[in-house]
């Protein structure tokens, strides 16, 4: 089966502009992920999607990322305007079960540097 | 809240040798799971093993073992038998229920793995 895909996986933008990154999940899967990791700390929860619905959005950092799942397959995270700070590695993950117990199955990431 | 704390930023290894990279945590949980995820150079980030909490039995898979110690919330990861191809990024993370009923994973810093020839 094909896993998580996210585009692009490199994104250079400068400060005020717009990005969009995608995400795929695995066929099926209804829970989907973001997690970021900016330059030198953890990786952060942003959100979780079941299906097209907003289960949890308590990590996305203020009101310039917005998330979106239409249709409750892929997914995309814009970042409008674009700040220095948002510099870091998005990651999707995808799992079926939304329990303690899912091993997430990860993309490979999106690397955005905001100069 | 929960924590997780890898001390080791980075380790390197002799191919064929034996390494443990250390995780501690934090919870007032009592039933949890626990999760070593690896990432390579470049490449997606995949589910190296789990431990449930009740089990008192470590888990296991292939040459990737943990010691788990649940009074002293430690939870290490040992590889044996080191291949180049275990060059990564290793993270600790530990599924926790947020208050949206959500569970979220929270990660440890991460430590840097070389393989060396």
């Known amino acids: 089966e094909a896993g998580v895909t996210q585009f692009p996986s490199h994104s250079v933008i400068e400060k005020g502009q717009t990005v969009t990154l995608r995400c795929d999940p695995i066929?099926?899967?209804?829970?989907l992920y973001w997690y970021r990791r900016v330059m030198g700390k953890e990786i952060k929860f942003l959100l979780h999607f079941v299906k097209e619905s907003k289960q949890d959005e308590s990590g996305m950092p203020n009101n310039r990322f917005l998330a979106e799942r239409t249709g409750g397959t892929y997914s995309t995270l814009k970042v409008q305007p674009a700040e220095l700070e948002d510099s870091g590695v998005y990651f999707c993950?995808?799992?079926?079960?939304?329990?303690?117990?899912?091993?997430?199955?990860f993309g490979s990431g999106t690397r955005l540097t905001v100069v | 809240a929960q924590t997780v704390t890898q001390s080791q930023p980075e380790m390197s290894v002799q191919e064929a040798e034996t390494v443990t990279l250390s995780c501690t945590y934090d919870t007032s949980e009592n039933n949890y799971y626990l999760f070593w995820y690896k990432q390579p150079p470049s490449r997606q980030m995949i589910l190296v093993i789990r431990?449930?909490?009740?089990?008192?039995q470590n888990a296991t898979e292939n040459r990737f073992s943990v010691n788990f110690q649940k009074a002293a919330k430690s939870f290490s990861l040992k590889i044996s038998d080191s291949q180049l191809g275990d060059t990564a990024m290793y993270f600790c993370?530990?599924?926790?229920?947020?208050?949206?009923?959500?569970?979220?994973?929270?990660f440890g810093k991460g430590t840097k793995l070389s393989v060396i020839p």
């Open positions: 066929s099926g899967h209804d829970n």
């Open positions: 431990q449930e909490a009740y089990k008192q």
């Open positions: 993370a530990f599924p926790g229920l947020s208050g949206a009923g959500s569970y979220q994973l929270t």
């Open positions: 993950a995808s799992s079926q079960s939304r329990g303690a117990r899912a091993g997430y199955t």
